[in-house]
């Protein structure tokens, strides 16, 4: 029964096409003042760029960017815990279109649709302490997290989680 109801939020609903729609129309009434490109020729100014994101905590590391999309100023620090790990010194940020990242590098990717599911659960969860109440629209919430295909999400190179 949890497997039905999860397969019938899941599958093309015409509420998700209705939001895919309304953020393929919101991209394209925004990408006039958006189209500038970068001086490299890209839409962000961040693409395929090596960040130095540092937490006060003492940790630091440089994240690389992927593609050309945003990344995320503070994320949660691996160290600490804390959401302090910042992106710092910008004028260090290097073009690095070729870079391969080392086994353990954490790096900027495209958000998934599945994934943003998988936040919203794990966001809803967390903050009901496990009674979701009746009717959480959890599709809604991973729309809102998806974003349209427009956010970034953080990944650790070289490992797979299981599956
Ligand atoms: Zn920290």
């Known amino acids: 029964m949890q497997r039905k109801s999860y397969a019938a939020q899941t599958m093309g609903t015409r509420e998700l096409r209705r939001a895919a729609q309304r953020s393929a129309e919101k991209r394209a009434t925004a990408a006039p003042v958006n189209r500038q490109l970068s001086d490299r020729g890209h839409q962000h100014n961040e693409a395929f760029c090596l960040m130095w994101y540092a937490c006060e905590c003492g940790h630091r590391e440089r994240i690389w960017n ?5 990344t995320a100023f503070g994320v949660q620090c691996p160290s600490c815990k ?3 790990l910042r992106h ?24 998934t649709r ?3 599911l998988e936040i919203a659960r794990r966001t809803v969860n967390q903050v009901a302490k496990g009674n979701v ?3 959480t629209d959890l599709n809604r919430i991973a729309d809102a997290v998806y974003n349209g295909g427009m956010s ?5 190179y070289g490992y797979v989680e299981a599956v």
């Open 66 to 70: 992927s593609r050309d999309g945003v």
């Open 82 to 84: 804390e959401p302090k």
């Open 88 to 111: 710092v010194n910008w004028n260090l940020d290097q073009y690095a279109p070729d870079h391969v990242p080392a086994p353990g590098q954490r790096v900027w990717i495209d958000l």
């Open 114 to 116: 599945d994934r943003a």
């Open 133 to 135: 109440p009746v009717g």
């Open 152 to 156: 970034p999400d953080l990944v650790v």
